[in-house]
């Protein structure tokens, strides 16, 4: 072990896990996080951040942020660091800019941001959210189209295209259909997928399993929190009510390649919460 990983591990109190072996076993689970969940520590500097997450046995990363640069750097900077603590880039978030009229948005120099996306080796460009200005059963109804376009492109460089949920998404829309239902009725199977958050379509009361059921093959990408109990709060993957072990038992039919672990807030140190999360996935084989 490298002096540097001692210490980061040491401090995050991780000697002991290692010890036992837990880093062969992550070996043998790929891991994954959305790069949101550390955003201060990303904000505060992204080489630290990004090695912290290499030595807890992270490989694989979502970002978010990108609007022109990611995080500052230019596309070659970036790939660097990428390379130099082997981590890869699988998926990145990205907003319509139907408001917020931003570089690399959906609406703004998307083309430039696939070719981005393509050079660092990305395989997924998500997008990741609607404000809610942008809220409307007419920016609803544009969504299918502006899908659709924005797949093409991502098509032409190798990458798919896909779409986050929330839990606005499964409020009703007209004739009893939600907003979610509405977009996977209303789109190619082929060219936009879903990234299924597991807290926010569970904390909305509705089962994955229903539209695995009913979507076969649409979900490559999971988002994977749980919630607590009685306040419905974030919390470390294990701590709450989520049934996982069902969940995950359907994945084939979801049509599953990727999850990220995520965790937008909590009340610890949030590479405890992380150190939480990993331990039960990796005490668990049917993640």
Not at 137 to 157: D, H, I, R, S
Not at 200 to 222: C, H, N, Q, T
């Amino acid at each position: 072990m490298q002096r540097k990983d001692f210490i980061t591990l040491s401090s995050l109190g991780f000697l002991g896990l290692y010890s036992c072996g837990i880093s062969k076993i992550s070996s043998k689970k790929s891991l994954a996080i959305q790069l949101y969940t550390i955003r201060d520590a990303v904000s505060d500097n992204l080489e630290k951040a990004l090695e912290t997450l290499a030595a807890l046995g992270f490989s694989e990363l979502e970002i978010y942020g990108y609007n022109g640069t990611f995080f500052g750097k230019s596309r070659t900077e970036f790939q660097t660091i990428l390379k130099q603590t082997g981590l890869k880039v699988i998926s990145s978030h990205h907003t319509t800019g139907i408001i917020h009229k931003d570089r690399g948005t959906l609406l703004y120099s998307w083309e430039k941001a696939v070719e981005d996306l393509h050079f660092i080796g990305a395989e997924y460009m998500v997008c990741s959210y609607l404000f809610p200005e942008e809220r409307t059963v007419e920016n609803y109804k544009k969504l299918p189209e502006l899908f659709k376009k924005c797949g093409e492109a991502t098509q032409k460089a190798g990458i798919q295209f896909a779409y986050h949920n929330h839990d606005f998404e499964f409020e009703k829309l007209e004739d009893d259909k939600n907003v979610y239902d509405f977009i996977l009725e209303n789109t190619s199977s082929e060219l936009v997928k879903m990234e299924l958050d597991l807290y926010w379509i569970s904390k909305a009361g509705l089962d994955p399993l229903v539209y695995f059921e009913k979507y076969p093959g649409r979900f490559p990408l999971w988002h994977v929190k749980d919630m607590k109990a009685g306040t419905k709060d974030f919390t470390e993957i294990g701590n709450g009510t989520i049934d996982f072990k069902k969940i995950f038992g359907t994945k084939e039919k979801a049509g599953l390649q990727y999850w990220f672990l995520e965790q937008d807030s909590s009340d610890k140190d949030i590479f405890e919460s992380i150190r939480i999360s990993k331990k039960y996935i990796l005490e668990n084989n049917f993640f």
